[in-house]
Nanobody, 124 residues
Framework: QVQLVESGGGLVQPGGSLRLSCAGS????????MGWFRQAPGKEREFVAT????????YYADSVKGRFTISRDNAKNTMYLQMNSLKPEDTAVYYC?????????????????WGQGTQVTVSS
């Protein structure tokens, strides 16, 4: 079993940057496909970015492509989301998720473990 803890959220002005981290416990982190999802008030949870267990495959939602970068460091049991050129519509609680199958996926159903979320607010 993997426990996931997000950090790095906060308040940032439009056009600014943030880097989210997701720290995983346990020796199996390196075998998990990982993803970032977000949920704004009154909206459903939506896919943001995903990375395979090796880091060899990554996919992004169209809304963040070219602005966000997902990466992982399996030696540190940590996944990252570098967010640049932030917009007010990026405001949401961001969740990291891990899937035992190991592949990158945009679907909530493919993830077995979830973090508690970290708030990102983009506002002037």
């Amino acid at each position: 079993q993997v426990q996931l803890v997000e950090s790095g959220g906060g308040l940032v002005q439009p056009g600014g940057s943030l880097r989210l981290s997701c720290a995983g416990s346990g020796r199996t982190f390196s075998s998990y496909g990982m993803g970032w999802f977000r949920q704004a008030p009154g909206k459903e949870r939506e896919f943001v970015a995903t990375i395979s267990y090796s880091g060899g495959s990554t996919y992004y939602a169209d809304s963040v492509k070219g602005r966000f970068t997902i990466s992982r460091d399996n030696a540190k049991n940590t996944m990252y989301l570098q967010m640049n050129s932030l917009k007010p519509e990026d405001t949401a609680v961001y969740y990291c998720a891990g899937g035992r199958r190991g592949y990158a996926s945009a679907y909530v159903r493919d993830y077995d473990y979830w973090g508690q979320g970290t708030q990102v607010t983009v506002s002037s």
